[in-house]
């Protein structure tokens, strides 16, 4: 747990110098019942599923190369919209259909894993006048309907949708230590130079 404050605390570090304060990614701790896997919510308005899917297999965190994110469980979807949905209306997740089944047939993870748990909001999916392919969950921006799930177009783009949830794997223990360090570095100088203006 102290691991993860203290990365949450240099991700805020960090994006606060820039105006924007979004966390760094953040553990589901094995302790805690987690996978031990990272999250991270990326803000980007205006953005299609595939250009969130190239982003997210774009970021790095411990070592280990993101992806959209996989929730096989109510814990987990509990866990990732408790702690990154906060800021925003909703994001792209990782689940996708194959072309010409009905709406909830044929649905996968990108990373392989099992469709066996959904939480689909009441009347989801629906291909609601087109094919709706792709997944993404509600955020704040819709009381009632936070944390559930939306079959979406992968051409479009979504008022509620600012973004995608980032999963990364476990880091190397190697990794665990030198990000600790350099968290620390970063506290360190920070505060150096906030007692020297």
């Known amino acids: 747990m102290r691991f993860t404050v203290l990365i949450s605390a240099m991700g805020l570090l960090v994006s606060g110098s820039a105006g924007v304060c979004f966390a760094a990614p953040i553990e589901w701790a094995a302790a805690e019942g987690g996978n031990g896997h990272f999250y991270e919510f990326v803000p980007a308005s205006a953005i299609t599923w595939p250009i969130a899917r190239q982003a997210a297999e774009a970021r790095m965190f411990g070592g280990e190369q993101g992806h959209l994110a996989t929730i096989t469980s109510q814990e987990e979807n509990n866990f990732v919209a408790a702690h990154l949905l906060n800021y925003s209306s909703g994001a792209w997740l990782g689940g996708w259909q194959e072309v010409g089944q009905s709406p909830t047939a044929g649905w996968h993870w990108i990373t392989g894993e099992p469709w066996s748990f959904t939480n689909w909001h009441s009347g989801e999916p629906n291909d609601l006048g087109e094919d709706e392919l792709y997944l993404d969950m509600f955020g704040h921006a819709q009381p009632g309907q936070r944390s559930f799930w939306n079959d ?40 150096g130079r906030s007692a020297t203006v």
């Open 152 to 191: 979406a177009s992968h051409m479009r783009t979504y008022w509620w949708t600012s973004g995608y949830i980032v999963e990364y794997p476990v880091p190397e223990p190697g990794t665990i230590s030198l990000i600790a360090i350099g968290a620390g570095a970063l506290v360190r100088r920070r505060a």
